[in-house]
């Protein structure tokens, strides 16, 4: 019997001391909106905005002004709290349920499964909560470009796994390339997957170790919703299901689908957290990780092979991934009559929904860093036909050179009508579609023959190997890989504490192989994920699953293909959601921005806040470029409170539009530009700690405005006006995310004239990804550059050197009394703390989604010491997502073997 202590770090630990996120006073908001908006508005229109505010924070007597709305959300806020505590003290006397509903609305009553709190009543998290939940979840839009963020990770530290070619033209594919580039991928992906899995399990074993930033505990309740999540379309609003005993990855290789079982549970697993069998099944045991790296590989090897004998015009044909590219209303119609049209079709639905994670493997290798990051927002758009293949502009590169095409031989036509012909005799100056021809330019020789030639083109590209409504980790043929996740349930900083957890992993791991040699007896380096691995093909072996004592079903980690059962109509609404897919990618204009000159070392030599000096460079190059002061956006982190999310520091301030022009007056010098950048750095950073500690303008007022929907008031004259909708018509979104772990990060914008900018700040550099629809963003991108070697001019450089002779005529004990009479080097301080007042900003933004500083703690609540997290399964709640009933017993049963298919 094992006898290991338990010494595992609980990861919601902290959740039941954290404070909860304060409502603002109504005075304090409406100066700050008033702040806000100046920079958008004519004179004329702020006078009439002044009044307007005037009135709807001094009516007393109309239900649908300031203070009625005010006391109407402190109500139900309260209500919330003494729910939150009550299920809190609850969960602490029955820690394990295995159901949540996590109902939208706070009146309805629970489904019964929960725990609850003995009135039916779920709990708010915060005020803004069920206000902000429905912001993702309402609206019918797609989520394509419109709401899943991306990562681009840097290159596997392994240099023989790293992503080649990307720039040649040609991805490295050659003759006899194929399977190397599928080695390639299959090893990144087998390694990303691992570490993720690794994650997964320390995730349902508590022991994750909680997020705590400059000695801050940080809310962690987001990471419940990481794995095993899906977004799921309804008629009126989407939900989120969590399924906590989720056991198997999905992989989908060229528009096929695929699943594998990799974890144990404790149950299953036969043991407990101190060794013990675990026959009373009392759900206190570890999770463990059923396969091995290597295990991955074997399995991904199969699945390349077998969806190789598939043609993509083949596969593209049940490309179910489109589906999830659709408005969500015309998605929820479509799954319906999916799931009604066969019950294999129900089951195979809920493998996909309950799946950890879905790992995309492409057949595309990206020929620069801008496809790359295009590849990562949104895939790419690339018609072909059989044949071989012709370049196409845009997207649509994929395979190199035509004469090594791919294993189905599919041609390449040009999405956007203009295809180039690199196969003499194959196909020339035609781009064509299924209902019609357009005029393109080529060097083929071939001429048009019958129109039913070209009656086979579909989609070749990566758009419809996807599954948006899930988290997805996306590996290409040439090892480049990164994240696509779904934005309602996470932010950015929980996707990032993921990624980095994971990517780190390979980095010690790759570590360990190259000291595996000197460090027989055990290798000093530590591990950043904690998780056991027992691999079922080593007890299943001997044993024939007897695990722990106790006589196990055999786990089968073998790789099984999912098919679906699809009508014909359904076909029919299948390819129009591709094409309609395929129009917004051509209208999508992705490119990236790596500025090498300077980044955080010179900045913070320079005293000021590399967060707020990205945020002018972007204000800035706007207005050069354009000459408008437009409305921007920057999330900023408020996991500091329970349930935080973020808040918004609206970066166009009065003190960037003085900047804005002075930096284009040529009478300005540039001590007057340098002073200009200071003053308005300095203020962004003060409304940035404002907004970090939940005293922001549009989490207020967006829920003003929810709360009196909510009790059926008419919006007040404030929430028409033209402020507030300046305000709210964002052009420029933004959002610092990132770490040494990706190369970039980045979102579509939210606006139809706006642009999406993620940018990630090093120590020598600053990347940018950045997005529009039909607007210059390369020249938009340049601008940025241009602005930001003008701030560099500005800047002290952090060392200045000269060559010199060393001619001392000092003596060696004149030297060493010098030297010892010196007085000893001061400790180096915190710029926040150096006692300087003109230096005003943390230090927080590297990884953040702002600056961040630490927030009081609240008084403790009246919470059982014995309950490690806030909301275990079983408290009623109204959260984003809600935990369903475990579904691994019917998804054993689904799909085939891929080596007992015909």
Sequence with gaps: MNTRTNTRTRTYENQANLPRLPIPTLPETTKRFLECVQPLLSPDQYAETKVIVKSFLSDKKSSNAAPALQALLEVYDAQGSESADANANAASNNYNTDVIDLDKDVNMKSDGNGSGNGSGTPAVGSYIEEFWNDAYLAPDASVVMNLNPFFLLEDDPDAKVKSGGRGDGHGGRGRGGQLRQHQIQITRASSLAFNSLKFAASLKNEQTKPDIFKGTALCMDQFRSLFGSCRVPRGERDMVEVDVDSDHVVVLYRNQFYYFRALWTAEEAGEDDNGNDNDNDNGNGLAKVAVSEADIQQILTSIVEDGNKIPLSTSIQTALGAFTTLPRKAWAKCREQLIQHSEDNASAMEVMDSALFVLVLD?????????????MLHGTNNMMRRGGEVGGKGYGYGYGDAKFPSPSMDTDISSSGVGIGKVAGQFSNL????????NGTGNGTATVGDEAQFS???????????WYDKLQIIVCSDGSAGINFEHSAIDGHTALRFASDVYAQTVVSFAKSITKSVYTHGCPIPNIIDAEVLRAAETNKEKKGIIGGRKRELFDTNPKKIDFDIAENLKDTLFHAEATLGDALDADASYVLEFTNFGKNLIVGNKLSPDSVVQMSIILAYYRLYGEIVSSYEPVLTKAFYHGR??????????????????????????DKLNALRDATKYHSKKVKEAIGGNGVDRHLYALKCIGEKNGLPPHEFFKSDAWKALNHTILSTSNCGNPALRLFGFGPVTYDGFGIGYIIKDNGVQYAISSKHRQTRRYAHAIHQTLCEIGELLEPLTSQELGHHRSTHT?????KVLKTAPAASSKKSLTTSGNEDVQFADGWDDTYGDTIQVPPSPQRSVSSSSSSRFPSGSSFVGISRQKTSTRNLIKKVGKKISDRA
């Excluded at 057949?363 to 590849?375: M, R």
């Excluded at 973020?646 to 001590?671: D, F, G, I, P, V």
Aim: charged share 20%; proline share 2%; aromatic share 6%.
């Design 431 to 438: 781009a064509v579609s299924n209902h019609g021809f357009s």
């Design 646 to 671: 973020t808040e918004a520091m609206r970066s166009t301030t009065m003190k960037a539009a003085n900047l804005c022009k002075c930096w284009m007056n040529r009478m300005s010098t540039k001590n």
């Design 812 to 816: 060696s004990k004149e030297i060493a």
């Design 456 to 466: 086979t083109e579909y989609q070749g590209g990566t758009c419809c190997n996807r």
């Design 363 to 375: 057949d595309y290798a990206p020929e620069n860093i801008h496809d790359a990051a295009a590849n």
